[in-house]
Nanobody, 122 residues
Framework: EVQLVESGGGLVQTGGSLRLSCAASGFIFDDYAIGWFRQAPGKEREGLACIATRDGSTYHEPAVRGRFTITSDNAKNTVYLHMNSLKPEDTAIYYC???????????????WGQGTQVTVSS
C-alpha cells in the first residue's frame, strides 16, 4: 500500500523557515516523482514543486522559485520542501503526492498524503 506522510509543519513568523518532510512507503521510491502542493482556505490547490527521484531533476513553480527548494534523500525514501522567507500568504495545508515516472501534470498524481499545516504569522 502506497503511503505518504507529511511532517514538519507548524507556526512560524514572517521571514522564517521550515523544512517539510514527505516519508514514502509501499512503492519503489526511485520509480516515482514526488510533488508538493498547498491549499489555503477558500482557494484552489496549488502546485509548488516536483522531483523525479530517479535522476533528481526538479521543477519549481515560478511563484515559489528562489524561496522554496525540493530535495530528495533516496536512502530514506523521503522528499523535503525547504521553505525560506515565509510570508503570511504561505499559510496553507501542504501536501505531497506521488506518481510513477517523471514529474506529471499537477492533476495526474495518483497518491496523496494527508497534509501538514503551515501557519505564518505577521
Amino acid at each position: 500500500e502506497v503511503q505518504l506522510v507529511e511532517s514538519g509543519g507548524g507556526l512560524v513568523q514572517t521571514g522564517g523557515s521550515l523544512r517539510l518532510s514527505c516519508a514514502a512507503s509501499g512503492f519503489i521510491f526511485d520509480d516515482y516523482a514526488i510533488g508538493w502542493f498547498r491549499q489555503a482556505p477558500g482557494k484552489e490547490r496549488e502546485g509548488l514543486a516536483c522531483i523525479a527521484t530517479r535522476d533528481g531533476s526538479t521543477y519549481h513553480e515560478p511563484a515559489v522559485r528562489g524561496r522554496f527548494t525540493i530535495t530528495s534523500d533516496n536512502a530514506k525514501n523521503t522528499v523535503y520542501l525547504h521553505m525560506n522567507s515565509l510570508k503570511p500568504e504561505d499559510t496553507a495545508i501542504y501536501y505531497c503526492a506521488a506518481d510513477r515516472g517523471g514529474c506529471p501534470d499537477p492533476n495526474e498524481y495518483d497518491h496523496w498524503g494527508q497534509g501538514t499545516q503551515v501557519t505564518v504569522s505577521s
